[in-house]
């Protein structure tokens, strides 16, 4: 092992000035930060084919989609689900949709690659459902092997083993729509007309439009949607049109003043599509609002357009705020109190689809996006508290207040295995993810030892007198319990919402040294032992996606900043609770970010480290490359320059 350069005061501190310098300098003027917040091509694919379905597409700049397109596909011809991962099937099928769509030729030499990758992984027989769903909008494929749900699922009350209610959020938002798409199963024609032939292995006679069976009791449902499929065919769906007209009336009621819905770009596309099968005019204003809300998350540069699955400006900014606080900024600096003033405006004060469950509580939560007043989540809701705890508003009677509502709705969240989920309560039909329609193995959303995590932080870190009282000691019980419990045998803990052990082992640590650095001090030390047995000889950390469908690959794949300053948050953690600093893994990883730093004070990373959908979908905010290391920097030196000063390098 090479020997450990020394980490020096001068050049921590011009580390932690320049990151600083960044952060301050690309702050909005209404008080917040916001940063892209990238996904795959295929969000892009969507929106590609909604105008073209709307023939909206002549007033967007969507010939710029073409060079995007071009831009991310890779020389084995396909594209990719995360950076590196050799492309993905149905990927690489709806942005040779796209291309299509946009006017380029099959015999285009990008298409001719993309078609041998497709072809060679078994054609559009083998992709998703909703790939096949997009592709049978325009008659290249058939709605025969689409699952089937019936409209009369909307009437069912909220008591049975099932309702819409008993689905994620983020399922709900966008199977609701599809209801009426699914019922009405439209082929529309588009301009310029596409078969897409090249890209099945069978022949036409021979290709059959199916839902393929497992061999398992899970055939039970297929043979259900059999059912469902000849009660279409003979006109018996009981209460089909009352079906339609509950979900028509769900999707408008749903819609945000500004367009929005849900505030993530499949559940727009879908209730987009959803209003096009009601044969709603594109001149309505509930469509043209819902259009430009599409617009409002794309990006445009001088040569290309993509659109991101989400936008996440009350995320960024929260923990931006942390990690300005966290590297020594004085609590009362103006940027800080322009966020904290932000935050709290965009406090959500209504009733969301969360009181279905949630019979007690109040409102008073965050949510991700700029609006989305029927989707707070609990992520985001300890976060931000966390913001505003740790820094001073003029008006601190308000910012008290705001804190109060968040904790009790975020207390009445609690599950009944004692964690939290991120946006509903005790939402874990497991059953769901086995449906034909659910092959993305996200229809709902259970409580995750991530975001469990970040609310006990969130109890460890409140300052302000007896808020915490909101969670009682039986609450915290409850969930400390349950991490326990969700710890690994390596000692590690999963990470939902970010890629992947490693953001959720550094989370977990950073909770237990606030609220139960004695009682859970082995867990503590055995969440950071697996940490620094992950670290890489370049003193870094990096965790690659694929270990979410492979858990020998937990802690591994190549280093990068947002990955490492999580390690080295939780190594610190660690270190404040048992008095064990595992100084040389803490000083190699503060190298680490030191030495990639780039001289404007930013990081760079190609890697996606935020999770979607664990093993489907995954995410790269920009901002986590710059924040995080910031937090790991100022927690570092606080920790040494100032409790250690000793130890501290000069």
């Excluded at 509930?286 to 659109?307: H, M």
């Excluded at 082995?522 to 965790?543: H, K, T, V, Y």
Aim: one cysteine or more.
């Amino acid at each position: 092992m090479q020997m450990q350069e020394p980490v020096t005061i001068t050049g921590l501190d011009t580390a932690i000035a320049l990151s600083q310098n960044y952060l301050l300098a690309t702050q909005n003027d209404a008080g917040y930060w916001w940063a892209e917040l990238e996904s795959n091509v295929t969000i892009t694919a969507e929106a590609v084919l909604v105008h073209k379905i709307w023939g909206t597409d002549k007033n967007r700049p969507l010939h710029k989609v073409e060079a995007y397109l071009r831009s991310q596909q890779r020389n084995h011809g396909g594209w990719e689900l995360f950076y590196g991962d050799g492309g993905e099937l149905s990927t690489t099928v709806e942005a040779y949709m796209a291309m299509r769509l946009l006017g380029v030729s099959a015999t285009d030499p990008a298409l001719l690659r993309a078609k041998e990758f497709v072809l060679a992984r078994g054609g559009i027989r083998k992709t998703r459902i909703f790939t096949k769903m997009h592709l049978a909008l325009i008659g290249c494929y058939g709605w025969e092997g689409i699952p089937s749900i019936p409209p009369w699922v909307m009437l069912l009350p909220n008591q049975p083993i099932f309702t819409i209610y008993e689905m994620s959020s983020w399922a709900r938002g966008s199977t609701v729509p599809l209801l009426i798409v699914f019922d009405k199963k439209p082929i529309y024609t588009v301009d310029p007309a596409v078969t897409l032939e090249e890209l099945y292995l069978e022949p036409p006679r021979e290709r059959r439009f199916e839902i393929s069976r497992s061999q398992t009791w899970t055939d039970i449902f297929v043979t259900l949607d059999d059912l469902f499929k000849l009660g279409e065919k003979l006109n018996l769906v009981p209460f089909r049109e009352q079906g339609l007209k509950a979900a028509e009336k769900w999707v408008l009621e749903r819609q945000e003043a500004t367009g929005d819905w849900g505030g993530i770009i499949p559940a727009m596309l879908n209730s987009l599509l959803a209003l096009r099968c009601l044969d709603y005019d594109s001149a309505d204003p509930i469509v043209e609002r819902g259009l430009r809300a599409v617009d409002n998350f794309a990006i445009e540069t001088t040569e290309t357009y993509r659109v991101q699955p989400c936008i996440s400006p009350v995320w960024d900014t929260a923990l931006v705020m942390r990690a300005l606080v966290d590297s020594g900024m004085a609590v009362d600096h103006p940027a800080l109190v322009k966020g904290g003033n932000w935050l709290i405006e965009k406090q959500i004060l209504d009733y969301g689809d969360w009181q279905i469950k949630n019979l007690h509580g109040q409102p008073g939560a965050w949510a991700f996006e700029f609006e989305n007043r029927f989707y707070p989540d609990v992520d985001d809701t300890a976060v931000v508290v966390m913001a505003l705890s740790a820094v001073q508003l003029p008006n601190e009677q308000l910012q008290q207040q705001a804190i109060a509502r968040a904790v009790n709705w975020v207390a009445s969240m609690q599950c009944r295995d004692g964690g939290w989920a991120a946006f509903d309560l005790d939402n874990n039909a497991d059953w769901l993810n086995l449906l034909p329609y659910g092959d993305l193995k996200a229809m709902i959303d259970p409580n995750t030892a991530d975001v469990t995590a970040r609310v006990l932080e969130m109890v460890g870190r409140l300052t302000v007198p007896d808020l915490e009282l909101a969670l009682t000691p039986y609450n915290l019980d409850r969930a400390l319990n349950y991490l326990t419990q969700e710890q690994e045998s390596e000692g590690c803990w999963f990470g939902r919402w970010g890629v992947n052990y490693i953001y959720g082992t550094s989370g977990v640590l950073a909770a237990l040294a606030l609220i139960a650095p004695q009682s859970h001090h082995r867990q503590i030390q055995r969440g950071a032992a697996w940490l620094a047995s992950c670290q890489n000889p370049d003193g870094g950390w990096g965790e690659t996606c694929r270990s979410y469908d492979d858990p020998g690959l937990k802690g591994q794949g190549c280093s990068t900043a947002s990955q490492t300053a999580w390690a080295l948050i939780g190594l610190l953690a660690a270190g404040d609770a048992t008095k064990e600093y595992n100084r040389d893994a803490l000083d190699r990883g503060i190298n680490y970010l030191l030495n990639s730093q780039r001289t404007d004070g930013t990081w760079d990373e190609s890697d996606f480290t935020g999770t979607g959908f664990p093993g489907h979908f995954y995410l790269k905010y920009h901002l986590y490359q710059q924040h995080f290391p910031l937090t790991a920097l100022g927690r570092y030196r606080a920790c040494f320059a100032a409790s250690h000063s000793s130890d501290y390098r000069q």
